[in-house]
Every structure is written in C-alpha cells, then in structure tokens.
C-alpha cells in the first residue's frame, strides 16, 4: 500500500468522523434541514477535491423538484455517494444496507438526515423497513437507491432488487434512473483510497407515479436496468452469475 494512499484515507476517515459530528451537533443545538443539508454538501465538497474526484452531470433538465420520487441508479465504489449529494438538486435520503448503521456517529449522523437502513438477508424486516419508508416519503426528499444492493466488482450493470420499486408502488412515487460512469475507475474495489479521475452522472427521464402504478413489477425494473445501463454506458452483467 502505497503512503500517499495511506494518508488519504486517513484524511478521508477523519473528515468523514468530523463532518458527521457536525451533522449531529447541528441536530442538538435545533438545526433544521436546510443546516444539515449545508453540512452534508460540506462534506462531500471536501471529498470531492481531497479525492480530485472531475465531476460532471448531465440531464439535469430531467429532474423533477418538489415530486416524491425514488431515484435508482447503478453502484460502482464509495464515490457514488458523494458524487450524488453533489449532483441530485435535493438532498437525498439513502435506502442504506444495515451494516452501515454500526459505524459510531457516522450512523448517527445517517439517521439524523432521515436515510434508512434496511437488512437485505432478512426478508420479512426488509419488506417492514420498505413500507415503513413509503409511508414517509415525501416531495424535496428523494429516496435514493442502489437496486444492485452492493457495489460492482466489473463495469456492467448488475440484477436489479425489487425493493425500491415495490415502494415506489406503495408511496405513489415516480422513478427516476441515473447512471454513473468513471466511479470503478476512479476508486477500484481492490484499492484501499480512490485514485481521482473523471466520473459522469447521467440523469435520465422519471416514470411519473401513475405509470409506475400501472406497469408489472418485473417490467418497470426491467425498464429501469436498461436505461440506467443506457444512461451509464455499461453492458448488463450476465444475470446467472451476478
């Protein structure tokens, strides 16, 4: 391991431990939204340059303010994150594996921002914390998803989970794709700090909500596999063996 990667994620650690501090200092002293979403942005602004992270967005035209809405998009490396705070023109809240719910404070942290944290090896919890989140979904919150449920070890396009889009159905929201590009590059799976590089966010048009009503389960993720692999530039991964 290199030292310059050492130190980099050193630096990364403690940023993160410090901003998430903030963001529950911020909640304690009464804070409200738009305090914790400066903190946020704060946050993954300081990523962004200590990991000389190019970004650039595309289709912003297709975003859709003040409209319940769960944005899908593909998962390549820990950049994803901060590249979506960056670019998503409302803060988002996360559909989070559980694992992450036992970092100290950064978990809290999470909370106190209203992401949600769901175990995806128990089916009947996951099914409770799904309707539990479409229950409380709500215009200039958009629920963000990584329907491939892990990050990708290769750049294709993995099986998409049909969470995100059964609480789609149950909240009456839209949906709306986005593909990444660059993020594998830029922080490989294998590599304990990101390397820097260019990364691409690509928003694509929503379903609005009485389409996604309308559409079977099966099509709409289907659908939405396919464009996020369109807006991404990256093949579908051979589902039998993802």
Not at 10 to 19: D, I, K, N, Q
Not at 101 to 116: E, H, L, Q, W, Y
Not at 137 to 154: D, H, N, Q, S, W
Not at 215 to 233: F, H, K, Q, T, Y
Request: overall charge positive.
């Amino acid at each position: 391991m290199r030292a310059r990667d050492v130190g980099r994620a050193l630096v990364s650690y403690a940023w993160t431990g410090f901003a998430s501090a903030g963001v529950v200092g911020q909640q304690v002293m009464g804070g409200d939204a738009e305090d914790l979403a400066r903190q946020t942005l704060r946050w993954a602004r300081g990523l962004e340059r200590l990991w000389e992270i190019d970004l650039t967005v595309e289709g912003l035209s297709h975003y859709r303010a003040h409209t319940p809405t769960v944005l899908v998009a593909n998962h390549q490396s820990y950049v994803d994150v901060v590249a979506l705070f960056l670019s998503v023109p409302e803060m988002p809240v996360f559909l989070a594996k559980r694992e992450l719910s036992r970092v100290p404070i950064f978990s809290r942290a999470m909370r106190t921002r209203g992401d949600v944290f769901i175990d995806r090896q128990k089916h009947d919890a996951a099914a409770s914390t799904i309707d539990r989140t479409a229950r409380i979904l709500k215009p200039g919150a958009p629920l963000l998803v990584f329907p491939e449920g892990t990050r990708a070890k290769e750049p294709v396009i993995g099986r998409f989970k049909k969470g995100a889009f059964h609480l789609a159905k149950q909240a009456h929201a839209a949906v709306q794709p986005i593909g990444i590009h660059g993020s594998l590059e830029t922080w490989p799976r294998e590599s304990p700090a990101p390397r820097g590089g260019p990364v691409r966010i690509s928003f694509g048009p929503p379903i609005d909500a009485e389409r996604v009503q309308a559409m079977p389960i099966d099509e709409l993720v289907s659908s939405m596999r396919n464009e996020v692999a369109r807006l991404a530039g990256l093949p579908l991964a051979d589902d039998t063996t993802r």
